[in-house]
């Protein structure tokens, strides 16, 4: 119970960085934005997390370039990365340990950016 707010600060953290992602996101591409961060989440978890960034980072502009800078900023706040390269991190000096940390962390910060995507980009 102590850590609670701990926590909670956490939270507060991810959504804020979240917020300030999509509010980057120039209205008229909120759709397709919305349509990345929305499918997010669930591509981490079914295809796994460095595939996942991987062909975020292969589609390389628009929200997609976006959602992959915000999600690997994040991770790389959050584990101290001090790699400039996040994906060769992620793919060669990635402890076990470490790649199932940086993927609780994506997973966390990108349901708050699908969230505040799905309200700031209502169809």
């Known amino acids: 119970m102590s ?29 397709e934005f919305k349509s ?19 062909f975020l980072r292969a589609k390389g502009k628009g929200e997609h370039e976006i959602a992959f800078n915000a999600v690997a900023e ?5 584990l101290n990365i001090p790699d400039k390269d996040f994906m060769t991190w992620l793919m060669t000096r990635a402890t076990t340990e470490q790649y199932r940390q940086a993927t609780a962390e994506a997973i966390a910060f990108a349901i708050w950016m699908k969230r505040f995507a799905e309200a700031r980009f209502k169809s």
């Open 36 to 54: 990345v961060a929305t499918s997010l989440p669930a591509d981490i978890q079914a295809n796994g997390f460095g595939q996942t960034m991987a």
């Open 3 to 31: 850590d609670a707010p701990a926590r909670r600060s956490l939270e507060q953290r991810r959504a804020q960085a979240a917020w300030e992602t999509v509010q980057k996101v120039d209205q008229n591409k909120g759709k």
């Open 74 to 78: 994040w991770v790389k706040q959050r």
